[in-house]
């Protein structure tokens, strides 16, 4: 059977309900996600699935690896600075295998359009773990329209050279995209993995009409004055019409029926975010902080309108291109993640997956185990029943002080496996309760 081609989603910041197929109300210019929608109904939707991490750059080491992310020194920063002191020291090393590499040396054309945020050159970069291509930022964040990052420098490449474009982002993305998938078309015996990782709907709140307010914000991309429910909604649209695009593209070259198109988010919802009915969001253990949607559409392989209750990690998900791929991962870094190939068969074929997070942003912990879940934050211990309780509001810890105790442990054992958090990690929470009330 010929091996199916990979596209990769990634939206940065996106909540849990803010898409129409989960739940998310109309804006006040209709509907919010169509396309995405309409991928789902097309394929599959995953109603309990997490992010590793509820904050940017550590998942994302978990999506390129397979593996837990605490696992490698520079995801313990919460998130990864632009600081050019983290330069050198502070990246995903170049000699670890990722997914791009080893679907690269199994023959697959590789390519990252979007957000890396895993190290700056010249030590690390797209390039330099497995990518073949790349167009897009290095850094956390950057404006819509100047493309500087949260320092005021520009931060937008081809390969590893600077470019300047004057286009909405969000735009350029899509459109880089999907001439990807036309020069694909020309070579339809070689498969590939396309990583599209959007900046949107991370701040700064710019839709493609802000183009003045870009150039008033200076180079300051934290924007805690602005924004708006409308102006976030509308800044997911802009990216929803993006893979309208590219999904109208992958039919138009016959490329449909072969290609698994994933979808989901770094982390949790931010500060405009619908996370109902989760509470918390971004730099949480919470629900809200850590579940997030995954979309899976595959013709040939998945049944349109499934969904399933599987519960898994984004690097589940690197396991199971690996799998559906049929390419092993390196021996000596075995994954963590498990694949849900069986399941995209199968939206029936749940099985048990147990979820472990930590945090050092307020001494946070969390296990997810059927539909159980324990928690810590700072020094207070919690007991959730999930199947009951998705707000996290009835403590059942007093209660089944024996069910606390064993969830407890477990998750000790597995952080016993983990690298220490050293203590020069940083934490970079950009907004508190002076900025804005607590969520």
């Not at 023959?107 to 957000?115: D, E, P, Q, S």
């Amino acid at each position: 059977m010929t091996r199916p081609n990979f596209i990769f989603i990634v939206a940065d910041d996106l909540g849990y309900a803010d898409l129409g197929c989960y739940g998310g109300r109309d804006a006040s210019f209709g509907p919010v996600s169509p396309h995405l929608d309409a991928m789902a109904s097309e394929g599959m939707r995953f109603t309990q699935g997490y992010a590793n991490s509820s904050v940017c750059s550590p998942t994302r080491f978990a999506l390129m690896t397979g593996r837990y992310q605490y696992r490698l020194r520079a995801a313990a920063e919460e998130p990864m600075r632009s600081d050019p002191i983290t330069r050198a020291t502070l990246g995903l090393p170049p000699e670890h295998p990722t997914l791009p590499s080893l679907l690269r040396n199994a023959g697959y054309r590789t390519a990252l359009i979007g957000k890396w945020h895993l190290g700056f050159l010249p030590h690390f970069g797209p390039l330099k773990s497995g990518y073949q291509q790349f167009f897009g930022a290095m850094a956390g964040g950057l404006d819509y329209f100047t493309h500087m990052d949260s320092r005021g420098n520009p931060d937008l490449w081809e390969g590893e050279t600077p470019q300047h474009h004057d286009a909405y982002l969000t735009d350029l993305l899509s459109e880089r995209a999907r001439l990807f998938l036309e020069h694909a078309a020309r070579t339809p015996d070689e498969p590939f993995l396309l990583s599209l990782h959007y900046t949107a709907p991370h701040w700064p709140w710019e839709t493609r009409e802000d183009r003045a307010l870009a150039h008033q914000l200076g180079g300051q991309i934290y924007h805690m004055d602005g924004g708006n429910i409308d102006t976030y909604r509308r800044m997911i649209h802009h990216m929803d019409e993006g893979i309208g695009q590219l999904m109208a593209a992958l039919k138009v070259h016959g490329l449909d029926e072969n290609t698994l198109v994933v979808f989901t988010s770094d982390n949790g919802g931010e500060r405009f975010s619908d996370n109902w009915p989760l509470v918390g969001g971004k730099m949480d253990l919470t629900e809200g902080g850590i579940r997030v949607p995954w979309i899976a559409r595959w013709p040939r392989r998945v049944a349109p309108g499934s969904v399933t209750h599987q519960h898994c990690l984004s690097m589940d998900w690197t396991a199971t291109l690996l799998d559906a791929a049929g390419v092993a991962c390196d021996p000596a870094y075995p994954l963590d993640g498990k694949s849900m190939l069986p399941v995209l068969k199968n939206p029936a074929a749940c099985f048990e997956r147990p979820m472990y997070w930590r945090m050092n942003h307020r001494s946070q912990r969390a296990l997810r185990s059927g539909a159980w879940k324990y928690l810590k934050v700072d020094e207070h211990e919690y007991l959730f029943d999930l199947s009951s309780d998705e707000r996290e509001r009835a403590n059942l810890a007093a209660r089944d002080p024996d069910q606390l105790s064993r969830m407890r442990a477990d998750w000790e054992d597995w952080h016993a496996d983990m690298l220490p958090i050293p203590a020069e990690a940083t934490i970079s929470p950009v907004y508190g309760l002076a900025d804005m009330p607590q969520r």
